[in-house]
């Protein structure tokens, strides 16, 4: 192909060739006005030196044809799978290149999301930005058109590139696709225990739901609602309206809520059917009644440990009367006044998070009745903490009392009053409040406490053990509640640092946590931790084997995981991934979820193929929308800034785009011809002027 142009090479700038050109005219106007008869040679002259000073030259190139690129970026974020959409983009991919290829000069460029951004993110799909990143590497002047496979749910329409060409979108998915989708309106971060707050949820209808006209009656639909993984609930919900979940957290630490909305028949998706709500759980104070039954050092030792925490309100009820002291004064009249025992004991028990029996001793200044509710107090749920004494070896001994029934040992009646080390056995490795305690053990072990009393164990698990492997420190459960036993009162010589001491103040803040809940030392406890490659499950457990977990996936699949032992009570398992979502582990009788990247993924927030997304790009660039389930629509060629599309067909505009081989450039006007033009021209003048002079102006007759 050839192409001629006429291009100038000016000897003088050309504002100076107009500056001449202006002379030139203004004499040639003088000449003529002065009626010079050679005029019209001057001004040929003139001419051939302003066309000698311009340098006209004729251009001739060597151009060969480029062909035009049409860009096609296919889609392939996670919403592209749902229903049938991949067979979609397959069909049309199929179809594309065939009609390419029947266009002379034009050939595909196929570009895919995934090339450009991670797909698996939880931000959504971002085709603008790979479109914009596609167009870089390509010539511009040679795309003809821009065609997207997508559903149109895309979530940067406002970075959409300014395009040379018109754009298109060839939509995915169908007309009649319809869900349901669960949304979380407001949650609270953190919660008070005990107190009641509100998460309030809402349903929503997308689409061309067949329930349609249901919906527009308020239908209701059935939420189950779980609490850290535990068993579900339902919950009523009326389609297209807040609804309001209350909500009372039990535990502190961590709680996630899991909702769940069933699977309905035909909806597109469930994977916007879930919502993982976490809550903090935080106490508004931690109330402990400590009852010290016989002034000693150690009483000292747990105001300590209770009073630096100032979420605690401790309440020490102490008894000062020694028991050796017998001077027949009634019990009623030890206190200057009246104590609360009626309301401590009985009418505001349940409102405190443990109570503690310090060296406590029977003497009639706890009617058995009050031990009787201390009692019914741990079964529905609370904590009791023994601390013994020598008294508990004795025939006033509080194991002698209702509470027998629920502690984990009783006192055979024989105390040892030697020193003795305290261990952790292999029940305390696994236990949360006694593992690692010995990791930095000194050499020779902890420091000796100097009192002990033989218990006889009947239920729960001895952490510590005593002289010849007795039990120390026992725990339990007891129907709803906990209870500990502490076989010595000597704990206290840790805290003193007696022959090197040991970690009292970690063992006692651990066992009083244990006793009020605290989830980090359940020992009984099924966690799920999300990774970069994947989930990590942990168990802690008492027991020496497990069953295998249960891993349920986001779209509802399971796999069997085997946990292998890590360390004493605490067994692990990799479970590699790429999938994001909600995951639900269950094992046994206990149950946790876990959100790997988001519950319910931006990508399916609003699922339905819907071309609002494009459609301002494409309206800009005389681009359209054609939907895949119509019919796969042909090409054709338009000249730029007209409609580029139809009924059944859609556009591009060929940019005739080309690379040149050779230039030739022949001069039009030589310099030396010109004024050789020039110079006959003048003397032409020279003589007719010579010839006819100046014609004089006629004189008036009067």
């Not at 797909?119 to 065609?147: E, F, K, N």
């Amino acid at each position: 192909m050839n192409a001629s142009e006429l291009i100038f090479s000016p000897g003088l700038p050309w504002p100076a060739i107009a500056a001449l050109a202006g002379l030139v005219a203004f004499a040639l106007a003088l000449a003529i006005w002065r009626g010079l008869s050679g005029w019209a040679l001057r001004a040929a002259a003139a001419l051939a030196v302003l066309v000698a000073l311009s340098g006209p030259s004729l251009q001739q190139e060597d151009r060969d044809p480029l062909s035009d690129i049409l860009l096609v970026v296919v889609d392939d974020s996670a919403s592209q799978t749902l229903s049938d959409r991949e067979a979609q983009s397959s069909a049309a991919l199929e179809a594309l290149p065939t009609q390419v290829a029947a266009r002379d000069g034009l050939e595909l460029s196929l570009r895919r999301l995934s090339e450009f951004a991670d797909i698996s993110a939880p931000d959504g799909t971002h085709l603008m930005a790979a479109v914009t990143a596609a167009l870089a590497d390509l010539p511009r002047d040679r795309v003809a058109g821009v065609v997207a496979l997508t559903d149109g749910v895309i979530h940067d329409p406002a970075s959409a590139p300014s395009l040379p060409a018109p754009f298109h979108a060839m939509l995915t998915g169908r007309a009649q696709d319809w869900d349901w989708r669960l949304s979380v309106i407001k949650a609270p971060a953190f919660a008070i225990l005990g107190e009641e707050t509100e998460i309030h949820l809402r349903v929503d209808a997308l689409g061309a739901d067949p329930t349609a006209s249901a919906v527009a009656g308020n239908a209701l639909v059935e939420l189950m609602v779980s609490h850290d993984g535990g068993p579900a609930e339902p919950l009523l919900a009326r389609v297209g309206e807040d609804i309001v979940l209350p909500l009372t957290l039990t535990h502190a630490g961590r709680n996630l809520i899991h909702v769940t909305l069933p699977a309905a028949d035909g909806e597109l998706t469930v994977r916007n059917n879930a919502a993982v709500i976490e809550v903090n759980g935080v106490r508004d104070r931690l109330r402990v009644l400590l009852v010290s039954g016989t002034p000693h050092p150690g009483t000292r030792t747990w105001r300590n440990l209770l009073k630096s925490d100032s979420a605690v309100d401790l309440v020490h009820f102490t008894i000062l009367r020694p028991p050796e002291k017998q001077d027949g004064v009634p019990v009623y009249e030890l206190s200057l006044i009246a104590f609360p025992t009626q309301e401590l004991f009985v009418d505001k028990i349940d409102e405190f998070d443990l109570i503690i029996f310090d060296r406590y001793r029977l003497r009639g200044i706890l009617p058995g009745g009050y031990l009787d509710s201390v009692r019914s107090y741990v079964e529905r749920g609370g904590a009791v903490l023994v601390s013994a004494g020598p008294a508990l070896a004795s025939a006033d001994s509080i194991a002698r009392s209702s509470l027998s029934d629920i502690l984990p040992a009783l006192p055979t009646g024989r105390l040892v009053e030697a020193p003795f080390r305290p261990k952790v056995t292999d029940a305390g490795q696994r236990h949360p409040v006694t593992r690692d305690l010995q990791d930095d053990v000194p050499e020779g072990g902890w420091g000796p406490w100097l009192r002990w009393v033989e218990l006889d164990p009947k239920s729960g698990h001895a952490i510590l053990s005593g002289p010849d492997d007795g039990a120390l420190l026992t725990v339990d459960r007891v129907a709803e509640g906990r209870v500990a036993l502490l076989a010595s009162d000597h704990a206290w010589l840790w805290a003193r640092g007696f022959e090197g001491g040991g970690p009292q103040l970690e063992l006692l803040r651990r066992l009083a946590h244990w006793l009020m809940r605290e989830p980090e030392l359940e020992e009984e406890a099924l966690l799920a931790e999300a990774t970069e490659a994947g989930l990590l499950i942990t168990r802690r457990t008492m027991m020496d084997t497990l069953p295998e977990a249960t891993v349920t996936s986001p779209d509802g699949t399971t796999a069997a995981l085997r946990l292998d032992e890590t360390g004493p009570g605490r067994f692990s398992a990799d479970l590699g991934t790429s999938e994001n979502g909600l995951f639900r582990v269950t094992q046994g009788d206990l149950a946790t979820v876990v959100v790997r990247g988001v519950a319910a993924a931006r990508e399916f927030a609003q699922p339905i193929a819907d071309p609002a997304g494009v459609a301002p790009l494409t309206n800009a660039t005389g681009g359209t929308v054609a939907r895949i389930e119509d019919g796969l629509p042909a090409l054709r060629p338009v000249r730029v800034g007209q409609v580029a599309h139809g009924r059944g067909w859609i556009g591009y505009t060929p940019r005739d785009a080309y690379v040149t081989q050779a230039i030739r450039v022949i001069p039009l006007a030589p310099p030396w011809l010109m004024l050789a033009l020039a110079a006959l021209t003048l003397i032409g003048a020279w003589l007719v002027e010579g010839r006819g002079g100046v014609r004089q102006p006629a004189k008036r007759q009067t």
